[in-house]
Nanobody
Framework: QVQLVESGGGLVQPGGSLRLSCAASGSFFAIYAMGWYRQAPGKQRELVATITGGSTSYADSVKGRFTISRDNAKNTVYLQMNSLKPEDTAVYYC???????????WGQGTQVTVSS
């Protein structure tokens, strides 16, 4: 069982930056693929970025602006968000997928609001 706790959300002006963190409980953090997803009001949850080992992938809408990284020693995954736009406003969720058991775990989400 893995518990995920996101933090770092908040209100930021367009063009600003935020760094989200997702801290995971439990052992063997490196065996999990980690991802950030977001859900805006009235919209479906969508993939933002994933990291598996050292490999990363991004949604086209955030490429060049967002960076996902992980620190396995701290059981934490990060999402650095730069050049934020109003359309980035959403609740951001962290997801962990066990690479062998193929089980998913989700955090409770953190709100990001981009507005002037």
């Amino acid at each position: 069982q893995v518990q995920l706790v996101e933090s770092g959300g908040g209100l930021v002006q367009p063009g600003g930056s935020l760094r989200l963190s997702c801290a995971a409980s439990g052992s063997f953090f490196a065996i999990y693929a980690m991802g950030w997803y977001r859900q805006a009001p009235g919209k479906q949850r969508e993939l933002v970025a994933t990291i598996t080992g050292g490999s990363t992938s991004y949604a086209d809408s955030v490429k060049g602006r967002f960076t996902i990284s992980r620190d396995n020693a701290k059981n934490t995954v990060y999402l650095q968000m730069n050049s934020l736009k109003p359309e980035d406003t959403a609740v951001y969720y962290c997801r962990a997928t066990h690479l062998i058991l193929n089980r998913d775990y989700w955090g409770q989400g953190t709100q990001v609001t981009v507005s002037s």
